[in-house]
């Protein structure tokens, strides 16, 4: 809604593909299992330091959870690019 608001086309197109990006990342990460269950509590994590009132350290774990992430998904690509080139 915020994002709508503010009638700048521009914006919510950049926006729109950014979700649409993180998206295809959300759904090849949950495709693997022990990806789901280390999101899951890296996300119990984020919610806890949240409760505690701790918006730094929940900044961080959010942060890293994303990072680690994106960066086993980009070597599960490399991967596969790999064993369709064999």
């Known amino acids: 809604m ?9 914006m ?4 729109g593909n950014l979700r649409n990006i993180d998206k295809a990342f959300r759904k090849r ?3 693997v299992e022990v990806e789901r269950e280390v999101g899951f509590h890296e996300h119990q994590a ?4 949240i409760i505690q009132r701790n918006p730094e350290q929940a900044e961080q774990l959010m942060k890293d959870h994303i990072l680690r992430t994106k960066d086993n998904i980009l070597a599960a690509e490399v991967r596969l690019e790999a064993d369709r080139r064999s």
Do not use: E, P
């Not at 919510?12 to 926006?15: C, M």
């Not at 984020?46 to 330091?49: E, T």
């Open 29 to 31: 990460a949950l495709k």
């Open 12 to 15: 919510q197109n950049i926006l």
């Open 46 to 49: 984020v919610f806890k330091a």
């Open 2 to 10: 915020i994002i709508d608001s503010t009638r700048n086309v521009m």
